[in-house]
């Protein structure tokens, strides 16, 4: 069975166009998610994805940044599916697990995904880091209201209660306190 999986980075994007290259591949079932591929940490349908594949199986996606971002993450990946017996193929890219030559080039890419992520990553720094020098990024507003915290722990409230009492993680509160 070819089974695909697309994924778009954030809810403003669209995986259709994802969509259509898979399903004209001929996957008979799709998993698609809007989430970040920098980890495969809460990607709830590449877990389900993974779990479904059978022996025999192929995975099919459009680009390998669509599946992973880390060449650890699309290692391990790889190697679930070689245990599993299940085949990697991409439409867009000439990668697969199929011959020696496609899977040193999905190596390869799994090199450039993780690159091209860190560099992103270093942009939004330096930009972040330009921003605060001339005082125009301050960062992110403060959502939690810290006298009140202090207000609660003065009349006797715990870390727990005040963190229920506002809607707050526990964590937070310690923060506030410290």
Known sequence: MKVGYARCSSVSQSYETQVEALEKYGCEKIYREKVS???????????????????????VFTRVDRLARSVLD?????????????????????ISTKD??????????????????????????EGVLRAKER?????R???????KVKELKQIG????AIAKEMGIHRDSVYRVLR
């Not at 591929?37 to 995975?59: H, I, N, V």
């Open 37 to 59: 591929a920098t980890s495969t940490q809460g990607r709830d349908q590449l877990k389900e994805c993974l779990e479904f594949l059978r022996e025999g199986d192929e995975l």
């Open 74 to 94: 699309l290692q391990l990946i790889v190697k679930e599916l070689a245990d599993k017996n299940v085949e990697l193929s991409a439409t867009e890219q000439p």
């Open 100 to 125: 020696a030559t496609s899977k040193c080039f999905l190596d390869m890419l799994s090199v450039f995904a993780e690159l091209e992520s860190n560099l992103r990553k270093e942009r939004v720094r």
């Open 135 to 139: 005082g125009v990024y301050t960062g």
């Open 141 to 147: 507003k403060a959502t939690i209201d810290v006298g």
């Open 157 to 160: 409230l715990g870390a727990s």
